[in-house]
């Protein structure tokens, strides 16, 4: 079943309605609206969300992002049932990330990098990706 979903960022039709998405593009923005909220934002759902933007302040050290995977397997097996998960990867610079930080001039060391593979159940034979850089305090 595929639910309809107001994109990620939010765009607007010609008639100046919000477009709806299906399919692979709705998926990854429900993925990075999941992500980015905190639980408690969302009033009738207090258990939605990871608690990434709450750890923006915290040394970024390799607990911090045994954390953050922690909390995103959580919240993609309690919300998101439409996917399935190949892998997670959260590193930073505690865990010696691979990830590029698409500006040479920013410091690596405070950021946090997480990338998520995963497939729909429409098409379970193609491995999508999800990439995120997040701020993080400094180690």
Do not use: C, H
């Amino acid at each position: 079943m595929d639910l309809l979903a107001a994109p990620f960022p939010i765009v607007k039709t010609p008639l100046g309605l919000l477009a709806p998405t299906t399919g692979l593009t709705g998926i990854k923005g429900d993925l990075i609206q999941l992500l980015l909220t905190n639980p408690g934002d969302r009033v009738m759902l207090p258990t939605y969300g990871t608690p990434l933007r709450r750890l923006l302040f915290e040394p970024n050290t390799t607990m911090l992002a045994d954390t953050a995977r922690s909390a995103i397997i959580q919240a993609i097996q309690q919300w998101e049932p439409r996917i399935v998960v190949d892998s997670i990867d959260v590193e930073n610079s505690a865990t010696n990330a691979t990830f590029p930080s698409g500006d040479p001039k920013q410091n690596l060391e405070n950021f946090l990098y997480i990338k998520i593979k995963f497939s729909t159940f429409n098409n379970i034979d193609v491995v999508e990706d999800l990439t995120l850089q997040v701020p993080i305090g400094e180690a």
